[in-house]
């Protein structure tokens, strides 16, 4: 008999239900496979979840990053405040508009930006502070507003690990000028690819919608309906477009997120408890004043132990534990084009060595858990 403890449980998954496929191969059988009546539909769902008016949904979360980076009218000659402990697409797309990305070190408990480290870093051509939601727990937003409305820049939220998080009881989207969110199947929820912006703010509404089709200034359901064939080109755009497909995929899992955060949050509960009583692996800090979204559930090492050694090991046994991340300024690319080297954030440094992501996702089982943390315990002895 095959036992079923062999198989591989991942660091995160998607899930996707019957009701999912069906709300697929709706739009399928439909008039619109793209540019149709699901998009709006996804970008209202979104952006009312969040707390604010507009939502703009694109190809990716990276896709999202590059409009907001446009919409702010960010460009060459500009910086922008990235925290160093991210996914390298957040200093990106600082990069493809032109600008530069000057990293800032992180806090030693939570990983998040660590604000008071933000003003020594700000200059006469800083334009914008992009936050980081590491993890899914939202960054102190009272000192970020606070900063930003000191030296008038723009706040954006890289959220893309945080859809449903709240900051004070307030959704993050409400805090800031541009918050963006990723649908990668690792995230909370999926589109196969995508993502979104949301905002409150109606003129960058407006002009990342023009971004993402081309600079072009007409949207195809109106063009349509109005039987008029015009349309002019007046910036350069890209086409980062979502398709309906995509956005029917979204509009249905978005109903399960309430669920499936409670899970995630259940699940943080048991690592949680079981790791107080664990020498040598820390949890992450948790502030009181917000509701974490739990997309990944980093831990610390003691720098007695081997990360490589823990990694490999747990993979061995079938668990899926992942590192995020390399900070970002160590990367290749980053060294050689802007020169940042390591020395430059140290704390964030010095963590990376000792992190790892431990499995989670809504579709984890209380079994399974007990079997991350049963391996986990053998692997330490
Ligand atoms: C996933 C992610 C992105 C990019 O999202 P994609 O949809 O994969 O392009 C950006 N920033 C962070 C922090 C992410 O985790």
Same mark, same amino acid.
């Given at each position: 008999?095959?036992?079923?403890?062999?198989?591989?449980?991942?660091?995160?998954?998607?899930?996707? @239900?019957?009701? @999912?496929?069906?709300?697929?191969?709706?739009?399928?059988?439909? @008039?619109?496979?793209?540019?149709?009546?699901?998009?709006?539909?996804?970008?209202?769902?979104?952006?009312?979840?969040?707390?604010?008016?507009?939502? #703009?949904?694109?190809?990716?979360?990276?896709?999202?990053? %590059?409009?907001?980076?446009?919409?702010?009218?960010?460009? &060459?000659?500009?910086?922008?405040?990235?925290?160093?402990?991210?996914?390298?697409?957040?200093?990106?797309?600082?990069?493809?508009?032109?600008?530069?990305?000057?990293?800032? $070190?992180?806090?030693? =408990?939570?990983?998040?930006?660590?604000?008071?480290?933000?003003?020594?870093?700000?200059? &006469?051509?800083?334009?914008?502070?992009?936050?980081?939601?590491?993890?899914?727990? &939202?960054? @102190?937003? =009272?000192?970020?507003?606070?900063?930003?409305?000191?030296?008038?820049?723009?706040?954006?939220?890289?959220?893309? %690990?945080?859809?449903?998080?709240?900051?004070?009881?307030?959704?993050?989207?409400?805090?800031?000028?541009?918050?963006?969110?990723?649908?990668?199947?690792?995230?909370?929820?999926?589109?196969?690819?995508?993502?979104?912006?949301?905002?409150?703010?109606?003129?960058?509404? *407006? %002009?990342?919608?023009?971004?993402?089709?081309?600079?072009?200034?007409?949207?195809?359901?109106?063009?349509?309906?109005?039987?008029?064939?015009?349309?002019?080109?007046?910036?350069?755009?890209?086409?980062?477009? #979502?398709?309906?497909?995509?956005?029917?995929?979204?509009?249905?899992?978005?109903?399960?997120? &309430?669920?499936?955060?409670?899970?995630?949050?259940?699940?943080?509960?048991?690592?949680? $408890?079981?790791?107080?009583?664990?020498?040598?692996?820390?949890?992450?800090?948790?502030?009181?004043?917000?509701?974490?979204?739990?997309?990944?559930?980093?831990?610390?090492?003691?720098?007695?132990?081997?990360?490589?050694?823990? *990694?490999?090991?747990?993979?061995?046994?079938?668990?899926?534990?992942?590192?995020?991340?390399?900070?970002?300024?160590?990367?290749?690319?980053?060294?050689?084009?802007?020169?940042?080297?390591?020395?430059?954030?140290?704390?964030?440094?010095?963590?990376?060595?000792?992190?790892?992501?431990?499995?989670?996702?809504?579709?984890?089982?209380?079994?399974?858990?007990?079997?991350?943390?049963?391996?986990?315990?053998?692997?330490?002895?």
């Amino acid at each position: 008999m095959k036992s079923k403890s062999v198989s591989f449980i991942p660091y995160g998954r998607q899930q996707v @239900d019957t009701d @999912d496929i069906q709300a697929v191969v709706d739009v399928l059988k439909s @008039d619109w496979l793209t540019c149709g009546p699901k998009v709006a539909e996804f970008e209202d769902a979104v952006a009312c979840f969040s707390g604010v008016q507009y939502g #703009i949904a694109v190809s990716s979360g990276t896709a999202a990053l %590059h409009c907001a980076m446009s919409a702010l009218g960010v460009g &060459p000659g500009d910086e922008v405040i990235v925290p160093c402990m991210t996914f390298a697409a957040t200093a990106n797309a600082v990069v493809y508009v032109g600008a530069t990305p000057v990293f800032v $070190d992180v806090e030693v =408990d939570t990983l998040l930006i660590d604000v008071c480290k933000i003003e020594a870093l700000i200059t &006469p051509k800083t334009k914008a502070i992009i936050a980081v939601d590491y993890a899914g727990q &939202p960054c @102190d937003y =009272d000192a970020l507003r606070e900063l930003a409305g000191k030296y008038d820049l723009a706040l954006v939220a890289d959220s893309c %690990h945080a859809l449903g998080a709240t900051y004070k009881g307030q959704s993050v989207a409400s805090l800031v000028d541009l918050a963006i969110f990723s649908f990668h199947p690792v995230k909370h929820i999926t589109t196969g690819e995508g993502g979104m912006v949301v905002t409150r703010n109606k003129e960058m509404a *407006f %002009h990342m919608r023009r971004f993402r089709s081309h600079g072009i200034d007409a949207d195809h359901l109106k063009r349509q309906q109005e039987g008029t064939w015009y349309y002019e080109m007046v910036e350069l755009g890209f086409n980062y477009r #979502i398709s309906d497909i995509q956005c029917a995929l979204g509009i249905s899992q978005l109903r399960k997120l &309430p669920r499936w955060l409670e899970r995630r949050r259940a699940i943080a509960c048991m690592y949680n $408890d079981f790791l107080q009583g664990v020498e040598g692996v820390q949890s992450l800090k948790v502030r009181m004043e917000v509701g974490h979204a739990y997309h990944l559930y980093p831990v610390q090492l003691s720098s007695s132990l081997s990360r490589e050694k823990v *990694f490999r090991a747990m993979r061995e046994a079938g668990i899926g534990v992942n590192v995020h991340y390399l900070p970002v300024h160590l990367h290749p690319f980053y060294r050689q084009r802007f020169a940042t080297a390591q020395g430059l954030c140290p704390v964030a440094e010095k963590a990376y060595e000792n992190l790892l992501s431990l499995p989670m996702y809504q579709g984890l089982t209380d079994v399974d858990v007990q079997r991350v943390i049963h391996v986990l315990l053998e692997v330490l002895n």
